[in-house]
């Protein structure tokens, strides 16, 4: 009988804390209906780490308890990201959609993929993100002056990739990490490994076939920044060494000498053996080859080279992609973010399960860093630090779209990653603050359209220097279709517009 009583009153309180939850919850959002249980489909990029169900069972428990409602996550490679997308955005079962500029997020909102977001809508189903949201963020990712993302609450100073390896391949290459203090010595480096590995299966980059190598290579190497948002293959960079940057400045990425220069010098590497022969149809992402020990260099932030330096007792960061000239920006809130489907039936629900995730203090916690004590440790300085269990739910490699700028950060205890960040914050070039513009290319939505595919014909070939001795021709034969498809006209308007947004 007392057993039976302690059950009883362990119900009546555990309905009493869900009741109160609930009832706090919903006073968030008076006027939504959350009083019958709902399933919500969530797509993401990236693959499942070991943890994710248990974190996620977690996740959801909260969501019941709270707006009562369920979010199935689905978690998809980035090839069948790429290769699938436009068969996600019409899909009336997803609703909520990661999306990013390399997904095109700027063509897939005007031809109509995403549902429009407006103030009302954000104040009754998102108060919570609208509220923590700075304006210039939707700003940022407005197309035709319209809302069809959330982005991430999170903006910072982009700090520089490093170049890792292990002492293993350069004792193999017969180098120091002293000795590879530049870009130059990094090629001797490449090549001297390719030819030493060559027939075994070990590349120097052994990489996916859709790796950003303008990306990883080209803006590091030659100090470019990026002015704004705009259509996938219309960027416009300029020398962050300069200072101040003026609109005057800005050139459409494909017309600089450096891009040029980059096509070139990646023909000469897959010649030189860098990359695997059949690089453009790989699968397997450079991450798990560097750890499957078939990649000798992988590029990296610092969270993740901290969580390498516990796999690896020889792991070596090559800092490369700074010198005494170098300068660094800031980085946009479009980096990535959410999307409803036009598709959906469920998008207010979905809604409320975003506003949720981005906002409730645990479940976000939950889902950008795993569990407490296990996957990070939080300090009392309020930065965290790797947990025992990091390797099982890695920050950044999950639901990154739900980083907010209050999360805390990672502990660097190591003295030189700390400098390095140290020295890129000290970098910054604010001098053309286009951080919180966004093109608005719907006056020549065509020509976009165009040069947009142009340019994912182009980028993957050039970028793994496919086309060899034909490099130089193939990059004015492409700069050729980009002009005659229209890219002077959207240049001058694209600088038009950032001008306004100026105020110059």
């Not at 490679?77 to 996600?88: H, K």
């Not at 990489?207 to 080209?218: D, E, T, V």
């Not at 269990?389 to 907010?404: E, G, K, L, P, V």
Request: charged residues 25%.
């Amino acid at each position: 009988m007392k057993r039976l009583l302690a059950l009883l009153l362990s119900l009546a309180l555990l309905i009493s804390v869900c009741a109160s939850a609930s009832a706090e919850t919903a006073a968030d959002y008076p006027g939504v209906d959350l009083s019958a249980p709902e399933t919500i489909t969530m797509y993401h990029v990236g693959n499942d780490l070991a943890d994710w169900d248990r974190v996620s069972a977690k996740v959801n428990e909260l969501l019941q308890q709270k707006i009562n409602t369920t979010v199935n996550f689905v978690h998809v490679s980035f090839a069948d990201f790429i290769a699938n997308y436009t068969l996600y955005c019409a899909s009336p079962d997803i609703d909520i959609l990661y999306t990013a500029e390399w997904c095109n997020y700027a063509d897939n909102a005007r031809n109509g993929a995403f549902k429009p977001i407006d103030e009302e809508f954000l104040k009754t189903y998102m108060p919570k993100t609208y509220e923590a949201m700075p304006s210039f963020a939707w700003a940022e990712v407005k197309v035709g002056g319209t809302i069809y993302t959330v982005p991430r609450d999170y903006s910072e100073v982009t700090v520089p990739q490093l170049i890792l390896t292990r002492k293993c391949w350069l004792d193999e290459a017969g180098f120091k990490a002293e000795d590879i203090t530049s870009w130059d010595k990094l090629d001797e480096f490449l090549y001297a490994i390719a030819e030493k590995e060559k027939g075994t299966g070990v590349y120097p980059i052994n990489c996916q076939g859709f790796w950003p190598s303008h990306f990883c290579l080209l803006n590091p190497k030659y100090d470019l920044g990026t002015a704004g948002s705009s259509s996938t293959g219309i960027w416009y960079f300029y020398d962050l060494k300069k200072d101040p940057v003026t609109l005057d400045d800005l050139t459409w990425f494909g017309d600089t000498p450096e891009f040029k220069e980059y096509c070139l010098k990646m023909a000469e590497y897959y010649k030189n053996g860098v990359y695997p022969s059949d690089v453009i149809s790989s699968e397997s992402t450079l991450e798990d080859n560097f750890a499957a020990g078939t990649s000798v260099i992988n590029f990296s932030g610092i969270p993740l080279t901290m969580a390498y330096m516990e796999q690896y007792d020889d792991l070596v960061p090559l800092y490369l992609c700074m010198d005494d000239t170098t300068r660094t920006s800031r980085d946009r809130f479009m980096r990535y973010g959410n999307s409803f489907p036009n598709k959906s039936t469920k998008t207010e629900r979905a809604a409320v399960a975003l506003d949720m995730m981005m906002n409730d203090p645990e479940i976000n916690m939950l889902l950008v860093y795993g569990f407490e004590g296990e996957h990070y440790i939080l300090n009392d300085d309020g930065t965290y630090s790797n947990g025992p269990a990091q390797d099982r739910y890695n920050t950044d490699q999950m639901i990154f779209s739900m980083q907010r700028l209050g999360n805390p950060q990672l502990k660097i205890e190591n003295e030189d990653l700390a400098a390095w960040k140290k020295l890129a914050e000290e970098r910054v070039n604010d001098s053309m603050p286009a951080i919180g513009f966004s093109y608005d290319s719907s006056k020549y939505a065509a020509e976009a359209s165009v040069i947009a595919a142009l340019w994912t014909e182009y980028q993957w070939t050039l970028g793994f220097g496919l086309y060899g001795d034909d490099t130089e021709a193939m990059v004015e034969q492409f700069r050729n279709e980009v002009h005659a498809a229209g890219i002077d006209k959207i240049e001058e308007d694209f600088k038009a517009q950032l001008a306004e947004y100026l105020g110059k």
